[in-house]
């Protein structure tokens, strides 16, 4: 079985600075890591993604993302976040088998 | 290229009435996903069709719920009877493979209110 903790589910933070969404992840068997966004009424998609190679990542946006192996993390971080980045953000692992688990989401608000 | 395309967008029904979503993936993709969304919580998968076949449908409520893919292209996913707490989001995902490393792309949406 897989699961996919967002330890926080809100995160407030002001326009210009930096941003960390913590996610950890449970697996048996080796997975891949995805960070997906869905901004107001709009659907999700995708930021970054983790396959193997360099645990360090980079996405759409000035987003980036950090696999950690021995503490089952990938947290999403951004160094300066702008008002447009408000949105909700979902972690995600997917099997070799194709099936994707989510996250609860967290929902990141940038305050000018 | 087509987004995934799923309707109806919204859809109003009481408790013990049937609905149906429909999805149409992107051409091509062999990997559909049925997910439900409750309000502040994230996307639940209910199944996943590989093709024309279940791969995983360990999570779909058969009692009431149930999910087809015609010919391996659309899906549709129904509830008969529904109940209140089945109000949620039905999203549909589509992927190009079937080796879990690509991204799911994902339609707007269907949200149900049961009353």
């Known amino acids: 079985a897989q699961s996919v903790t967002q330890l926080d589910s809100q995160v407030p933070v002001f326009e210009e600075a930096p941003v960390e969404l913590r996610c950890n992840y449970s697996?048996?068997?080796?997975?891949?890591l995805f960070w997906y966004v869905q901004y107001p009424n709009q659907g999700l998609q995708l930021l970054l993604k983790?396959?193997?190679?360099?645990?360090l990542v980079k996405g759409i946006n000035g987003f980036e993302a950090e696999f950690n192996k021995s503490q089952t993390s990938f947290h999403l971080r951004k160094p300066s976040v702008h008002i447009s980045d408000t949105a909700e953000y979902f972690c995600?692992?997917?099997?070799?088998?194709?099936?994707?688990?989510f996250g609860d989401g967290t929902t990141l608000t940038v305050k000018p | 290229e087509a987004g995934v395309a799923q309707s109806p967008r919204y859809k109003i029904i009481e408790k013990r009435q049937s609905v149906a979503f429909w999805c149409n993936p992107i051409s091509g993709h062999a990997t559909l996903y049925w997910y439900q969304q409750i309000l502040g919580q994230g996307p639940k998968l209910l199944i996943q069709f590989q093709n024309n076949g279940v791969v995983d449908d360990s999570q779909l409520p058969k009692d009431r719920f149930s999910a087809e893919r015609l010919k391996g292209v659309d899906s549709t996913l129904k509830i008969q009877p529904a109940k209140l707490e089945d109000s949620a989001v039905y999203l549909c995902?589509?992927?190009?493979?079937?080796?879990?490393?690509?991204?799911?792309?994902f339609g707007e949406g269907s949200r149900l209110t049961v009353l």
């Open positions: 995600a692992v997917s099997n070799n088998a194709g099936k994707s688990t």
């Open positions: 995902a589509s992927s190009p493979g079937t080796s879990g490393t690509g991204e799911l792309f």
């Open positions: 697996s048996s068997v080796s997975v891949y």
């Open positions: 983790y396959l193997s190679g360099s645990t």
